[in-house]
């Protein structure tokens, strides 16, 4: 298994010891690695500070993630810069077949995100990637998007939706 771009384990019996919000932040070698893997054109923020506490024999770490990174647009790879300043609550729960078994939880749909670990260290620095990977906008969209679109010949919604050829009888698409 290769090591997270931005590794930042914590032991599972240091937990009690922290006290305290941590803060940790990806230097720049890590924020090239991370773009590199999650598609972005630029990265140039990625910290999180963030409080870990044990609870019903899990681990919770909340917090708050702060990213400033750019996204390739769908339709031009124009950069389309955004910036992530958004809370979190992570969960990491003992896999099964780990080398500690925890009890069986159960989860509703109000939940926190969920993530498995091996009962003896957490990533936070692999998770703080993932929670801003999840918090990206998921289609990019720059501000040439729709006219590079129109000229490709795609059809934007309403002239392919269902009331298309009533646009079209009427005049309209």
Request: glycine share 8%.
């Amino acid at each position: 298994m290769t090591t997270p771009e931005f590794s930042r384990p914590v032991r599972a019996e240091q937990i009690r010891r922290i006290t305290g919000d941590v803060h940790i932040a990806a230097d720049a070698d890590e924020r090239a690695a991370l773009a590199r893997r999650f598609g972005l054109v630029t990265l140039d923020r990625l910290e999180a500070d963030y409080a870990l506490s044990e609870e019903d024999g899990a681990i919770l770490a909340r917090g708050r993630v702060r990213a400033s990174l750019a996204q390739p647009c769908v339709a031009t790879a124009e950069p389309v810069p955004e910036v992530i300043d958004s809370d979190f609550t992570l969960r990491f729960v003992v896999e099964e077949g780990s080398a500690v078994e925890g009890e069986d939880l159960e989860l509703d749909a109000e939940d926190v995100d969920t993530i498995g670990y091996d009962g003896q260290q957490i990533d936070m620095g692999e998770a703080v990637a993932e929670t801003m990977a999840l918090a990206m906008t998921p289609y990019p969209r720059s501000p040439q998007a729709d006219t590079a679109l129109k000229e490709a010949g795609v059809l934007s919604e309403e002239q392919a939706g269902p009331f298309a050829a009533l646009l079209a009888l009427k005049g309209e698409g």
